[in-house]
């Protein structure tokens, strides 16, 4: 097993500072707080702020994010579910946003979530949060990268059933061939350079921008007869859901399956954080901008989808694999809808799948994965982990077999929203309990804030994950059961019976990779002469 070493204290010198004329002296400070956290530069850095905006909205891609959602809240509410039901999670979800962006300008690197737990937890409970945090942010970045990658394959068969007008209608078979496809391209491109990847999350952006205001855009104006009155469009409710009406409430609280599943991976910008130039400003930015902007966009999207959804029950009968498809047929005919149907879902999952090898390279540096010494190694040539790229990938395409069966892989998607937001609210637990004192401020600070805000995000996402267990139906059965917690439970009991057998006894946390001379760790008590804080 690993020996973990435990490092003192250290104060950084002056050879820690880079002396290359070629290095920018922004990249000489990220590099120097880097040492400071323990962990040497292995990347470079070349995400700007608007790159790392960008890559972070490329996860969250909300023009993916709605089409695929939209038949959450048409079940489960109809109209007054795709207005308000997005609208209310977004408040809350926010309140996640926020907390984790105060963590991730205080300590950039990619370690991110688990590195933010062993800091701030008890020093007697700093392992175990810290390998907890680690395991769910891994099931929800794997399961995210399938879920991300069959939505994009739903919205190829659509558009074949759509050109076809309902002649070709793909089977599983030929689904999980292009799922695959996918994956496999993915995994190619995703091995590319850091400057690449980079570039490609503006162009990412670009299209997400164009499809969604697009869309908005068409539904509204081209609805003609289509279109529904405004009171209709935001307080109609029809409960399509199988839950009775008694339980109305509970009905409209399953449409938050929509935000929950869309909002997330914005933890993306802490994972690239060793890649990005002026990290512990750029990350806190990229979160809080990329989550509102996905929030807003998506909140217009809705409104838009509500006044073109002429009956509810007559969507709910498309044989469309995506409801939104039918809505556009009808809203705009063939051309049209096919036109604005060609979708960024792709490119989301290259973001997701980067952010996901850079969760598993930091686990891995700190020895927490059976097989770390391979998933660690940096490639030189493109100086990007690449065998961590294509251990996400595989482990993504052995979640796509269950493609066939429609209700397995729907849970699929609530369980990467569960093992996600279990990791996002875990640090952010350790800061307001045990790490109240103990967190050093970065550029963006919550300040007094913290606390309050912190503690919102963590009632909602406790109450969520129970959420996100339950079926849509009252009275579930093989074909309409959640199973997400046959996922969620099979990663806790490996991970768990790991943590009880064997790494208890070995893994202590993050592991420092530079020289005692040459570093110095996160301190604990705060001190601004590195930073000049802005709160809140």
């Not at 039901?85 to 963590?103: D, K, N, P, Q, T």
């Not at 077999?401 to 209700?407: G, K, P, Q």
Request: glycine fraction near 8%; aromatic fraction near 12%.
């Amino acid at each position: 097993m690993p020996n973990h070493k435990e490092t003192g204290i250290v104060t950084v010198t002056e050879s820690t500072r880079d002396s290359q004329d070629d290095v920018p002296l922004v990249h000489q400070k990220d590099n120097i707080l880097l040492r400071k956290l323990g962990y040497k530069s292995e990347f470079k850095r070349e995400f700007s702020l608007l790159e790392t905006i960008s890559f972070s909205m490329a996860i969250l891609a909300v023009s993916c994010g709605i089409t695929t959602g939209y038949s959450y809240p048409l079940l489960s509410g109809g109209h007054f579910a795709m207005v308000w039901g997005w609208f209310i999670a977004c408040i809350f979800v926010m309140c996640v946003a926020a907390s984790m962006a105060e963590l991730a300008s205080s300590m950039p690197t990619s370690a991110g979530l688990y590195y933010f737990s062993a800091k701030m937890a008890s020093k007697e409970r700093s392992a175990l949060a810290s390998w907890i945090t680690g395991w769910s942010n891994i099931t929800g970045q794997v399961t995210l990268i399938c879920s991300i990658n069959f939505s994009c394959t739903e919205l190829v068969t659509t558009a074949i059933a759509m050109g076809t007008d309902g002649a070709v209608v793909l089977g599983s078979g030929a689904t999980f061939g292009i799922l695959m496809g996918i994956h496999l391209t993915q995994a190619i491109f995703c091995s590319a350079g850091t400057r690449i990847l980079a570039r490609m999350t503006v162009v990412t952006l670009v299209l997400i921008m164009t499809t969604t205001i697009g869309a908005i855009v068409s539904l509204l104006v081209c609805a003609g007869d289509q279109r529904v009155s405004s009171k209709d469009a935001w307080t109609k409710f029809e409960n399509n859901t199988g839950w009775s009406n008694s339980k109305y409430v509970w009905a409209f609280i399953l449409a938050f399956t929509s935000p929950m599943w869309s909002l997330t991976g914005y933890d993306s910008a802490a994972h690239i954080a060793e890649e990005t130039a002026g990290a512990a400003r750029a990350a806190p930015i990229a979160i809080l901008v990329g989550v509102a902007g996905t929030e807003i966009l998506g909140w217009l999207y809705y409104i838009a989808a509500s006044y073109a959804t002429a009956s509810v029950p007559d969507i709910l009968q498309t044989k469309l694999a995506l409801p939104l498809g039918q809505v556009f047929l009808n809203v705009l005919g063939k051309k049209g809808a096919l036109t604005l149907w060609c979708s960024i879902a792709y490119l989301c999952g290259c973001s997701q799948a980067v952010d996901a090898s850079r969760v598993i390279f930091a686990f891995s540096r700190d020895n927490a994965l059976p097989g770390s010494r391979w998933w660690k190694r940096i490639n030189h040539k493109t100086q990007t982990p690449v065998n961590a790229v294509w251990f996400a990938m595989l482990l993504s395409a052995i979640c796509g077999v269950l493609v066939f069966s429609t209700a397995a892989f729907n849970s699929l998607a609530s369980a990467s929203v569960i093992g996600l937001y279990i990791s996002y609210v875990t640090p952010i637990y350790c800061r307001v309990t045990w790490g109240k004192d103990k967190l050093q401020p970065g550029p963006f600070s919550l300040g007094w804030w913290s606390f309050p805000i912190g503690w919102i995000g963590i009632v909602w996402v406790a109450f969520m994950v129970v959420m996100l267990l339950f079926p849509y139906t009252q009275t579930a059965n093989v074909q309409t059961m959640n199973y997400s917690i046959v996922i969620v439970m099979a990663v806790f009991i490996f991970a768990g019976g790991s943590w009880i057998f064997s790494a208890r006894h070995w893994f202590t946390g993050p592991i420092p990779n530079v020289d005692e001379t040459d570093s110095s760790s996160y301190s604990e008590k705060p001190d601004n002469t590195e930073h000049n804080s802005l709160e809140i």
